[in-house]
């Protein structure tokens, strides 16, 4: 398998540029079916494995930075906490989570950012986009990925939201009532020093108001996976929603 690193004639010839975030560990065929009809690959981490890297090297050069969930040796010397690149004329920052863009980010077009796990595009003076997550489903968000296609007409570029899910496998709720990142990292501090106090899962969901199911998830993943952190039992719990 190849790997696009240095191919420099290749990256003068992009038309179309695969983004995608928190693959989580996991390559879905279907991404890869994108990523093989274009020129290089932006990634704003959480990449999960070295070898959803590899994998995505032998397809097209790849810039990526690195996520929360990147503590494999082999990502950390690979992948950097931030990413300067131009292609076809644009100039884009890629960093995983939005609070750690600058607040006036220099030299810069477009801003890629992943780690929400949800689809967003921010216009402004510089434009900023998360493709949202084409790994592991949270819970019953979207699973998405992006393609800008970019025109020799000056630096211009459309931009295509794929998801990756199709039919009644899909089934998005309205975006109002899913829990926010905040809460959800709220609820799991919570449950765990409930489970720390000799609570059961039944009093837990009572006392925070949450379905005792997802409880039950999150005191299983945290008993049986001792010193585990927040971000692994969101990760381990999006594992079970494939």
């Known amino acids: 398998m190849q790997d696009h690193r240095n191919d420099q004639n290749h990256l003068e010839n992009i038309h179309r540029i695969a983004v995608l975030s928190d693959t989580h560990?996991?390559?879905r065929p279907e991404v890869i079916r994108v990523v093989k009809t274009c020129g290089a690959v932006l990634h704003?981490?959480?990449?999960?494995?070295?070898?959803?890297?590899?994998?995505?090297?032998?397809?097209?050069?790849?810039f990526a930075v690195r996520g929360n969930v990147d503590r494999d040796a082999a990502l950390i010397k690979e992948l950097p906490q931030e990413c300067h690149v131009t292609l076809g004329g644009i100039r884009f920052y890629l960093v995983h989570d939005k609070k750690e863009?600058?607040?006036?980010?220099?030299?810069?077009?477009?801003?890629?950012?992943?780690?929400?796990?949800?689809?967003?595009?921010?216009?402004?003076?510089?434009r900023r986009l998360n493709p949202g997550s084409c790994g592991p489903r949270r819970f019953r968000l979207p699973v998405t990925m992006m393609v800008l296609t970019l025109h020799?007409?000056?630096?211009?570029?459309?931009?295509?939201?794929?998801?990756?899910?199709?039919?009644?496998?899909?089934?998005?709720?309205?975006?109002?009532?899913?829990?926010?990142?905040?809460?959800?990292?709220?609820?799991?501090r919570s449950v765990v020093r409930q489970v720390n106090a000799g609570r059961t899962v039944a009093q837990i969901a009572a006392r925070t108001r949450a379905?005792?199911?997802?409880?039950?998830?999150?005191?299983?993943?945290?008993?049986?996976?001792?010193?585990?952190?927040?971000?692994?039992?969101?990760?381990?719990?999006?594992?079970?929603?494939l």
């Open 101 to 126: 863009i600058p607040s006036e980010p220099k030299e810069t077009d477009v801003v890629i950012c992943g780690h929400s796990h949800r689809y967003e595009e921010a216009e402004g003076p510089v």
């Open 44 to 62: 704003a981490g959480d990449v999960g494995t070295p070898q959803v890297l590899h994998t995505l090297r032998g397809l097209a050069p790849v």
């Open 152 to 188: 020799e007409d000056g630096h211009i570029f459309t931009l295509q939201r794929i998801d990756l899910l199709s039919g009644k496998e899909r089934q998005e709720p309205d975006p109002g009532n899913l829990p926010t990142d905040r809460e959800l990292d709220r609820l799991i």
């Open 25 to 27: 560990g996991l390559l």
């Open 211 to 241: 379905p005792e199911e997802l409880v039950a998830d999150i005191c299983r993943i945290y008993v049986t996976h001792p010193g585990v952190d927040i971000d692994g039992i969101l990760d381990r719990m999006e594992r079970k929603n």
